[in-house]
Structure formats: structure tokens, C-alpha cells
């Protein structure tokens, strides 16, 4: 089945500095890929829609300039907290459709990034 | 707006069966999903149902009722491993396209 892979898993780091999340569909090609933010015992909550070769499409009030997302190729999305500040620590979640699959188009994830802003 | 209900602790022993309820409420609707997350994974996809009625799948069923607004998902058999939080999800059709919106879970705890 599809596979998408997100790194890295777990991301310690001091506030005020930036960290890059990277997610890639291993066996198909994403146009499009999800970023979702999860906080402790909350729902995932949908951040951005991610576009290859486009801007991505944020959600009401998330920061497009604190979440940077680069859609470069058909199998990468990056997403860039930049200035990480404690509230930021949360569990990053990226997903894809693999729309070639047939049948149910469901969602993909990956594995998940537990950011921590000390 | 968009809302999705879901009881958020349910606990049941093994073998036992439960039915984990889910409503919702969104601008448009292309699909029901019922996704399971064990603590600090991502969630693992489990069934979908686009049309009414019974999905089943080996000790997991998914039901929708359109009209009603209405899911849920039954666990069969119980095992210690089913102990996660289930996630409904709907795919709307609105602003955020093909994503999907989701309830914030329900922790099933299975003791023996």
C-alpha cells in the first residue's frame, strides 16, 4: 500500500529557532498533502493544504509566515516552524492521497514529528 | 459550521463488543472515516462509508446514516490491542477540499 514517510520523528529545540518537517510519499505521487496539527488529547486539526508547484492554502488562523510549506516536487512537502516558541509544541502529522490507487481515496499519514519548544 | 461529535472515553474488557458513536455536522459531505491512533503514531485507516448502511470488516463494522448525520463503529471480540483512540473524520467538500475533518477522539480503554 502507500507509504508516506515524515522526519524527523521527534524534534527537541530551543525557542526562537526554526524546524523543518519533511514528508514524502515513498511509492506515489502527492499533487496534493495535508498538514495537521494534534495537540494532547485534541483532534487533528487541519493547518494547510499543501500544492506542488503552488502556494499552499492555510486555514483560518493559522500563520502563513510562522508555518512555511514548500511543495517542490511531486513526492515532497516541507513544512518550516519558524521562530518556535513553547505553544508551538505539538505532534506535526502530514498526509497524501494516492489517487492513482483506485477505490477509496483515503488518507495516508505519516508517521507523525512531537515538536518540543524548551 | 463544521462540527464532529464524538464520545471522548469509553472502556470495555475483552472479548467484549462496543459501539463507538460519531455525528457531524458539515457544509458538505464526500465520505465517513473511522481512523484508529495509539498515543504518539499517526492514525491507521480502518473503514470508510460513503453510502448508508453496514460496512464490515473482519471485527470492525462502520454505519452510516446520511439523513441523520449519524456513524458509528462496532468492535467486535475485543482485544487488549484495541485499546487506542478512534478518530471519526468526515471529507468535506468545502474551503479545505479533499482534506479531511476530524472529531477529537475516542480513548477506548480494554482491560481483561
Known amino acids: 500500500g502507500a507509504v508516506v514517510s515524515q522526519h524527523p520523528s521527534r524534534v527537541i529545540c530551543k525557542s526562537g529557532t526554526s524546524v523543518k518537517i519533511e514528508c514524502r510519499s515513498l511509492?506515489?505521487?502527492?499533487?496534493?498533502m495535508f498538514w495537521y496539527r494534534q495537540f494532547p488529547k485534541q483532534s487533528l486539526m487541519l493547518m494547510a493544504t499543501s500544492n506542488e508547484g503552488s502556494k499552499a492554502t492555510y486555514e483560518q488562523g493559522v500563520e502563513k509566515d510562522k508555518f512555511l510549506i514548500n511543495h517542490a516536487s511531486l513526492t515532497l512537502s516541507t513544512l518550516t516552524v519558524t521562530s518556535a516558541h513553547p505553544e508551538d509544541s505539538s505532534f506535526y502529522i502530514c498526509s497524501a492521497r494516492d489517487l492513482g490507487s483506485g477505490g477509496i481515496k483515503k488518507l495516508f499519514f505519516g508517521s507523525g514529528t512531537q515538536l518540543s519548544v524548551l | 459550521g463544521q462540527n464532529i461529535d464524538q464520545p471522548t472515553e469509553m472502556t470495555a474488557t475483552e472479548g467484549a463488543i462496543v459501539q463507538i458513536n460519531c455525528t457531524y455536522q458539515?457544509?458538505?459531505?464526500?465520505?465517513l472515516f473511522w481512523y484508529q491512533q495509539h498515543a504518539g503514531e499517526a492514525p491507521t485507516f480502518l473503514s470508510y462509508n460513503v453510502l448508508d448502511g453496514l460496512e464490515e470488516k473482519g471485527r470492525f463494522s462502520s454505519f452510516l446514516s446520511r439523513s441523520k448525520g449519524y456513524s458509528y463503529l462496532l468492535l467486535k471480540e475485543l482485544q487488549m490491542k484495541d485499546s487506542a483512540s478512534y478518530l471519526c473524520?468526515?471529507?468535506?467538500?468545502?474551503?479545505?477540499?479533499?482534506?479531511?475533518?476530524f472529531g477529537k477522539g475516542t480513548t477506548l480503554s480494554v482491560s481483561s
Open positions: 458539515t457544509s458538505g459531505f464526500n465520505g
Open positions: 473524520a468526515v471529507r468535506d467538500q468545502g474551503q479545505a477540499g479533499t482534506a479531511l475533518i
Open positions: 511509492d506515489f505521487q502527492a499533487t496534493t
